[in-house]
């Protein structure tokens, strides 16, 4: 596709659930992030990947959160158990480059809601 | 600790009229500055990078500028247009790093 695609674009989910999104990047783009978005503030980041390696996953908010990318294209970001402070819309970004450090191109986002 | 701050937090002006939006980020070591245009439900659409070394960038009707020693960007709109109504966010990516750190935005209307 064009753009960073990603999916669902809506998920509830029950607390103590497990959710699954998927984030398609660009094609060929060998950066990706994941960031979270609460409602009325900007994005913070989550984790980076290079190709299929996490470099940094300093900004998941607990080890409920886990994230792959195993083919270094598609990546997934998996929550347990979920809570309702992980209510928040999950952005996936891409880059060209591999430092990560050029223009970011964000998907549409997964609004997470936990009720 | 990088911060960044968006002033005003929300804005209602009268459709034509010119208008700035303004960022402030605490460190100045920055890599470079991105403003983006957030609709409500959707994703960020990139308006306008700025790498450190250079003083503005311009796209039609918008125009951004960078003061690094002083830690602080606008975004001016001239002209502007109903369309032009949503979320503007800045944000930085730091010289030690890779990660954009954004502000909380700016929620314009516009006016018909």
């Known amino acids: 596709g064009a753009g960073v695609s990603q999916s669902p674009r809506y998920k509830v989910a029950k607390r103590g659930q497990d959710v699954a999104l998927r984030c398609d990047p660009i094609?060929?783009?060998?950066?990706l992030f994941w960031y979270q978005q609460a409602l009325g503030q900007g994005p913070e980041f989550l984790t980076y990947?290079?190709?299929?390696?996490?470099?940094?996953k300093s900004g998941l908010p607990s080890d409920r959160f886990f994230a792959e990318r195993p083919e270094g294209s598609v990546s997934t970001l998996k929550i347990q158990r979920t809570q309702q402070e992980d209510s928040a819309v999950y952005l996936c970004?891409?880059?060209?480059?591999?430092?990560?450090?050029?223009?970011?191109?964000f998907g549409p986002g997964t609004r997470l809601t936990v009720t | 600790k990088q911060e960044v701050t968006q002033i005003p937090a929300a804005l209602s002006v009268p459709e034509g009229e010119n208008l700035v939006l303004n960022c402030s980020f605490t460190?100045?070591?920055?890599?470079?500055l991105q403003w983006f245009r957030q609709d409500p439900g959707k994703g960020l659409t990139s308006l306008l990078l700025?790498?450190?070394?250079?003083r503005e960038q311009t796209s039609g009707r918008l125009n951004a500028s960078l003061d690094k020693s002083s830690g602080r960007s606008t975004l001016y709109i001239a002209a502007s247009q109903p369309g032009d109504s949503a979320t503007y966010l800045c944000?930085?990516?730091?010289?030690?790093?890779?990660?954009?750190?954004f502000g909380s935005g700016t929620r314009l209307l516009v006016r018909p």
């Open positions: 970004a891409s880059s060209s480059s591999t430092s990560g450090r050029n223009e970011q191109y």
């Open positions: 094609s060929g783009h060998v950066s």
């Open positions: 990947f290079q190709n299929e390696a996490q470099l940094d």
């Open positions: 460190d100045s070591a920055i890599y470079n």
């Open positions: 700025i790498q450190s070394s250079q």
């Open positions: 944000a930085v990516i730091t010289d030690s790093s890779y990660k954009l750190i």
